[in-house]
């Protein structure tokens, strides 16, 4: 009968000598019954002598008691449970092999030891969707004490967790799926409150599992910071939105500033610009904390502060701790800890915090994408204007053009229509031929030609440039300009001397011209008065100058039309052509529409009034470097 058990069986008598073994421990010893009857336990398993076998089977006997315990049999690499019985002629003992059982327990702990290690929440659910077990996460989660859920429905876990009806639905439906399966697993993204009562997003994957208590695994991912977070960068790309409505550099800084600071919780936050004049990073914007911690704005200049640092290098950092730091620009500030991203070349954007390890690797990618935002906005910004400058350039080309080929067809034909007249009248006369105009009358239309071909050279060119600007004196400037104008008398009045930046070719053009056009108006001698405007308090505007003349003055209704470049006139004969010299001012070229766009080339403005006493009075404002004496 002993010979039909399953498991190695044998007996030992008190010298622990083999008095009987059945096949099944023949078999696990490979040798014959006649090879180890009568031979000891030791003899034939020689690696137990100091093993808990040995001390068991002594035991046993000793005490007259029943032992079990495990044996590893490294031979053939099986574990068995040993069992041992107490006989009058000594022991009884019973081999099972667990080697199986003791796998698959194996395999259990590890699971379950990485169930326990992780951090998302882990419940398992028997066929009938009742828990079977839940880790420790998922019990620190909504702080519950896992016995109390073992057994109950999941419903009973959702409703702790203060799931939505609906989205409880879907978590049936994901379960009915993969019991039946219609699916290998389900994912759901469901709502949650936590133990803190905070609302949280977690993602639930549900998966089949064989196990001998649960048949489905429920794995809870939290995911609510991935999700604050994809919101928060769609967010940032929505303030793009917002930029595109502006093209002011500074009021794109401001609106990126405050969004992004309400946006990403970040309190102090300031973004500056470089400028280009005085080569130094300008504050544009800043929240209201910023201002009050930094005590105002500051310029940063070449190689000051961490600021520049960044600038400069063109990479975002991250400073922990700037009270570890030797460059810090104001070693006395409140701010501990900072992220400065660069906008590309155009500034750099700061958040700082009056606390240190403020920051983490999230914080400073979203504030390098705000940055990037900024920085795209200000490119957009910069190429808009550019386009409305060339724009407005070509209009104003083609306005010059036009207003050219309307000179060459008007005011120079009449010019030559005076040669012409008088060339036809000759024609008809008999006798000795003589040039039918005096000399003077010759050299005057051959100098008013000359004069308009030279006015129509200078408008002709780009009002916006100009060359080099140097540091003139007004004195020198004027005496120059009245040495190549046409006052034959000259009398000029300057009140004080300044000097200036200009291009001095064109200046003294314009300040020629002027004059020019104060002769063309005179009937008797003309005096000019030339003054500083923006020196005196009770003027509040830019600084500037003004030349005030008392020959005929140019009419209200006027002043406009003087500024703007057309055909003085019409007339085609000599009588004709003598009274627009006369009363419109033909010989005086393009008159003052010249000297606005010389004005506007040096980005000064010009306006025509009257003066307080009578006369014409010109005014030319932001000169911003002109400098009184």
């Not at 028997?126 to 998922?138: E, M």
């Not at 896992?146 to 049936?172: K, S």
């Not at 040495?483 to 001397?497: C, F, G, H, K, T």
Request: proline share 3%; charged share 30%.
């Amino acid at each position: 009968m002993l010979d039909r058990i399953g498991d190695p069986f044998f007996a030992l008598d008190t010298e622990f000598r083999l008095t009987y073994l059945n096949d099944r421990a023949e078999a696990l010893l490979e040798r014959s019954r006649e090879e180890l009857l009568g031979r000891t336990i030791w003899d034939v398993f020689p690696e137990t002598i100091e093993t808990q076998f040995a001390d068991e089977f002594y035991r046993a006997v000793d005490d007259e008691l029943p032992a079990s315990f495990e044996l590893y049999h490294t031979p053939r690499s099986r574990c068995f449970e040993v069992r041992a019985w107490p006989t009058d002629d000594g022991l009884s003992v019973w081999m099972h092999d667990i080697t199986a059982e003791k796998s698959k327990e194996r395999e259990r702990t590890r699971n379950a030891a990485v169930v326990e290690a992780v951090h998302d929440g882990v419940v398992t659910l028997d066929q009938h969707n009742r828990i079977a077990s839940v880790n420790t996460a998922l019990e620190e989660i909504l702080e519950i004490d896992r016995e109390i859920l073992l057994g109950q429905h999941i419903e009973t876990l959702l409703e702790r967790a203060h799931v939505d009806p609906q989205d409880a639905v879907a978590v049936g439906r994901a379960l009915s799926d993969v019991d039946v399966g219609n699916a290998t697993h389900r994912t759901v993204e469901l709502p949650f409150v936590d133990a803190d009562g905070i609302d949280r997003i977690a993602e639930l994957r549900v998966v089949p599992i064989d196990h001998e208590t649960a048949t489905t695994a429920v794995v809870a991912r939290d995911i609510t910071e991935q999700r604050e977070y994809e919101r928060i960068i769609t967010s940032l790309h929505e303030i793009t939105r917002w930029l595109v409505q502006t093209d002011d550099p500074e009021e794109i800084c401001a609106i990126a500033v405050h969004a992004g600071s309400d946006l990403l919780d970040l309190p102090i936050s300031g973004a500056w610009l470089l400028d280009d004049e005085h080569g130094a990073l300008e504050p544009v914007a800043a929240t209201a904390d910023a201002h009050e911690q930094l005590g105002g704005l500051p310029r940063f200049r070449p190689g000051e502060g961490l600021v520049w640092d960044v600038f400069e290098s063109g990479t975002i950092e991250r400073y922990d701790d700037l009270t570890e730091l030797d460059t810090v620009y104001n070693p006395e500030t409140a701010i501990r800890s900072e992220i400065i991203a660069p906008i590309g070349t155009y500034g750099i954007l700061m958040s700082g915090a009056l606390e240190p390890d403020r920051f983490d690797d999230t914080d400073v990618e979203l504030v390098s994408t705000l940055a990037e935002n900024i920085q795209t906005a200000l490119e957009r910004a910069t190429r808009d204007r550019v386009l409305r400058e060339r724009t407005a350039e070509l209009e104003r080309q083609t306005h010059r053009l036009q207003a050219v080929a309307d000179v060459l067809s008007t005011d120079l034909k009449h010019q030559l229509a005076v040669l012409a007249e008088a060339l036809a009248d000759d024609e008809d006369d008999t006798g000795e031929w003589e040039f039918p105009l005096a000399e003077d009358t010759v050299t005057q239309t051959l100098d008013r030609t000359a004069h308009l071909v030279d006015d129509i050279r200078e408008f002709a060119r780009n009002t916006t440039t100009v060359g080099p600007r140097s540091r003139l004196s007004l004195e020198t400037a004027v005496a120059d300009a009245l040495e190549r104008s046409q006052l034959d008398e000259p009398a000029v009045i300057v009140d004080a001397n300044a000097s200036l930046r200009a291009d001095r070719e064109r200046f003294v053009h314009l300040l020629e011209t002027v004059f020019d056009d104060a002769h063309a108006r005179a009937t008797d001698d003309v005096t000019i008065q030339i003054g500083l405007l923006g020196f005196d308090e009770r003027d509040d505007g830019s600084r500037g100058l003004f030349l005030m003349d008392d020959a005929t003055e140019i009419p209200a209704t006027e002043h406009e039309q003087v500024l703007e470049l057309g055909p003085k006139s019409t007339a085609t004969t000599t009588a004709e052509v003598d009274h627009v010299a006369a009363d419109t001012n033909t010989d005086t070229g393009l008159g003052l529409a010249l000297a606005r766009a010389i004005a506007e080339a040096h980005d000064w403005s010009l306006s025509v009034t009257t003066g307080q006493h009578g006369g014409t009075r010109i005014e030319i404002r932001g000169m911003t470097t002109l400098e009184k004496h």
